[in-house]
């Protein structure tokens, strides 16, 4: 099991970015896939982004492709995700997850999640 603690979130402008962390510990993170999703109120959480340990298989939800991006610093144990032309409708609260395995876009199949952190984009 791995422990997951996102931070970075906020309140912005559409147009402008964010970049939010999730530190991992109790496990080394570059074993596990991590994922990014999110959750806007009333609707159900959703894929943003994910990758491999050794960032060799990376995946997006097409709504930011171009505009997100997932990286790692694995000698510190964090993930990234670098959210660059934030529209309104990116906000939602983003969520950090791991998973052994290959990468998936489907939540049901990561085990271990962050707390979340709040992300509003304003228009």
């Known amino acids: 099991q791995v422990q997951l603690a996102e931070s970075g979130g906020g309140l912005v402008q559409a147009g402008g970015f964010l970049r939010l962390s999730c530190a991992a510990s109790g496990r080394t993170a570059s074993s596990y896939v991590m994922g990014w999703f999110r959750q806007a109120p009333g609707k159900e959480r959703e894929f943003v982004a994910a990758n491999t340990g050794s960032g060799g298989t990376t995946s997006y939800a097409d709504s930011v492709k171009g505009r997100f991006t997932i990286s790692r610093d694995n000698a510190k144990n964090t993930v990234y995700l670098q959210m660059n032309s934030l529209k309104p409708e990116d906000t939602a609260v983003y969520y950090c997850?791991?998973?052994?395995?290959?990468?998936?876009?489907?939540?049901?199949?990561?085990?271990?999640w962050g707390q979340g952190t709040q992300v509003t984009v304003s228009s």
């Open positions: 997850a791991a998973r052994l395995g290959i990468v998936t876009s489907d939540y049901k199949r990561y085990n271990d």
